[in-house]
Each structure stands twice: as C-alpha cells, then as structure tokens.
Nanobody
Framework: QLQACGGGLVQAGGSLRLSCAASGRTPSRYFMGWFRQAPGKERTFVAGINWLGDNTTYAESVKGRFTISRDNAKNTVYLQMNSLKPEDTAVYLC???????????WGQGTLVTVSS
C-alpha cells in the first residue's frame, strides 16, 4: 500500500515537498516513481529512482526544478518541487515496480495546485 501526501495550493515560483510511504509487503530492491495527471489529460511520468538512490530519471519538463529521493529505512520516496509553475498543477501519484520501466503498484494521489 502506498500513501502520498504533501500536496496543496502554492503560488507560482513556490515549493512543495511530496512524500509517499510504502507499507505492507514490498518487493526487494524496487524502483519508486512519481507520476502526475492533470485535469482532462493522461497520466505522465515525472521522476523515478532506483533502490540505491544513485540513479534518477526525470521528465524534461521538471528537470532542474524537481528532485526525487528515497529513504529505504522508512520505505518512503520524496519529491522536492521548486520553482513551481501553473502547468505543474495535477494529482501526483507515487508508484513502485521492479524496474525503471515497469510500475505495478500504485497509490492514491495528492493534489498540487499552482496559482499564477
């Protein structure tokens, strides 16, 4: 089970930090990632991180502004979002999976709203 939190309303240029904790049985050495879904749009990849935390990937639209990290002792992944833009407004969902390209366990999202 995945539980994301940390969303909210923020002005453009502001920052938010999302977190997502995994509970229950978790696979070994799993990838963790963040996705987002804006109103009326498809879900898109935002960022991913491997088990060791030394390999991260980002969508082009968030590179340089968002940072993904994880704490395996807490089974938690974080997404630090800086310089937020109105187009970042979306429901943000976390997910886990066996590889960078396969995410098969999804949590409920947290809403991020960026006002202009």
């Amino acid at each position: 089970q995945l539980q994301a939190c940390g969303g909210g309303l923020v002005q453009a240029g502001g920052s938010l930090r999302l977190s997502c904790a995994a509970s229950g049985r978790t696979p070994s050495r799993y990838f963790m990632g963040w996705f987002r879904q804006a109103p009326g749009k498809e879900r898109t990849f935002v960022a991913g991180i491997n088990w060791l935390g030394d390999n991260t990937t980002y969508a082009e639209s968030v590179k340089g502004r968002f940072t993904i990290s994880r704490d395996n002792a807490k089974n938690t992944v974080y997404l630090q979002m800086n310089s937020l833009k109105p187009e970042d407004t979306a429901v943000y969902l976390c997910a886990t999976g066996p590889s960078r390209n396969i995410y098969n366990n999804w949590g409920q999202g947290t809403l991020v709203t960026v006002s202009s």
